[in-house]
């Protein structure tokens, strides 16, 4: 049974725009928080941005503050992740995550979230 799907990865230049969907079903749809995680080869996944469904609230990362902004549709189960002023930085696959985040667990860890999408590719070019 799929519960995350992802799509709107791409190739743009530095300074361009990427907007990610993420489409949530089953128990993920029902998840208390969604993020975007990603990685690079040779490198460990690393959170970007969260949203906890029950309130908006967003969270991100320091490297993405005041460029990416994260939102979700809850009319259909939908997560976003829209991302300006892209850097060749930012190149990496981007998973989408759903989960309800045990006690004692931040938003950025892996581990906190049940649910993992495919994963969608974005790489930028200088």
Same mark, same amino acid.
């Given at each position: 049974? #799929?519960?995350?799907?992802?799509? *709107? !990865? %791409?190739?743009?230049?530095?300074?361009? =725009?990427?907007?990610?969907?993420?489409?949530? /079903?089953?128990?993920?749809?029902?998840?208390?928080?969604?993020?975007?995680?990603?990685?690079?080869?040779?490198?460990?996944?690393?959170? #970007?941005?969260?949203?906890?469904? *029950? !309130? %908006?609230?967003?969270?991100?990362?320091? =490297?993405?503050?005041?460029?990416?902004?994260? /939102?979700?549709?809850?009319?259909?189960?939908?997560?976003?992740?829209?991302?300006?002023?892209?850097?060749?930085?930012?190149?990496?696959?981007?998973?989408?995550?759903?989960?309800?985040?045990?006690?004692?667990?931040?938003?950025?860890?892996?581990?906190?979230?049940?649910?993992?999408?495919?994963?969608?590719?974005?790489?930028?070019?200088?």
């Amino acid at each position: 049974q #799929v519960q995350l799907v992802e799509s *709107g !990865g %791409g190739s743009v230049q530095a300074g361009g =725009s990427l907007r990610l969907s993420c489409a949530a /079903s089953g128990a993920a749809a029902s998840s208390s928080w969604m993020a975007w995680f990603r990685q690079a080869p040779g490198q460990e996944r690393k959170g #970007v941005a969260s949203i906890y469904t *029950g !309130g %908006g609230n967003t969270y991100y990362a320091d =490297s993405v503050k005041g460029r990416f902004t994260i /939102s979700r549709d809850n009319a259909d189960n939908t997560v976003y992740l829209q991302m300006n002023s892209l850097k060749p930085e930012d190149t990496a696959m981007y998973y989408c995550a759903a989960g309800d985040l045990p006690r004692g667990y931040g938003w950025s860890i892996p581990r906190a979230y049940n649910y993992w999408g495919q994963g969608t590719q974005v790489t930028v070019s200088s």
